[in-house]
């Protein structure tokens, strides 16, 4: 298995555009979650889904923020408008059933300018 | 869920032992003790997990005192490839766990 996919790995984009992350589960891991990492405030969860249901989106920032699982291999986070202080690396990771492990995937570095 | 206090940072000679500990005088009686790792540009890498046994791996070792207020990540043979964040976590298990994230500690492994 190829692990958790994330694109793009990297994304520049402007003030006030639309930016959409996209991530590929393992194959057979029903949980997801999105998180952001910045120097300030580290790792935070931002929504996860089980069995492409979202469960908690608690940590989702504001409305600008949406996220869909709208099926088990695939699932998109969207930032609209985005805005500088958005800029963070955006990591997806799955879990199978109740495993103990989380599996990452390698990011996606967003810079919005 | 129970909180961690760990140290910032701490170092390490290439070969020798790493011990990192983690402070979790709070947790209750079903919280695991877990251990994850960020190498720099990589999302966070599951370690290890314990309850209260002594847990080993390919990867490392989890020491848990006896009174579980406290565990030692034990890697035996430091590489710099260890060079990472080394992240603590206590949760209870199952559908709802997941793993919160705080500072950890930073290791640095030097030649």
Known sequence: DAGVIQS???E???MGQEV???CKPISGHNSLFWYRQT???GLELLIYFNNNVP????GMPEDRFSAKMPNASFSTLKIQPSEPRDSAVYFCATRQGNSYEQYFGP????TVT | DAKTTQPTSMDCAEGRAANLPCNH???S?????YWYRQIHSQGPQYIIHGLKNNETNEMASLIITEDRKSSTLILPHATLRDTAVYYCIVRVPGGSYIPTFGRGTSLIVHP
């Open chain 1, 12 to 14: 520049v984009t402007e």
């Open chain 1, 8 to 10: 793009p790995r990297h």
């Open chain 2, 25 to 27: 005088s709070t947790i």
């Open chain 1, 20 to 22: 959409t992350l996209r």
């Open chain 1, 55 to 58: 469960i908690d989106d608690s």
């Open chain 1, 39 to 41: 120097m300030m405030r």
């Open chain 1, 107 to 110: 990011g996606t570095r967003l």
């Open chain 2, 29 to 33: 009686g079903n919280e695991y003790v």
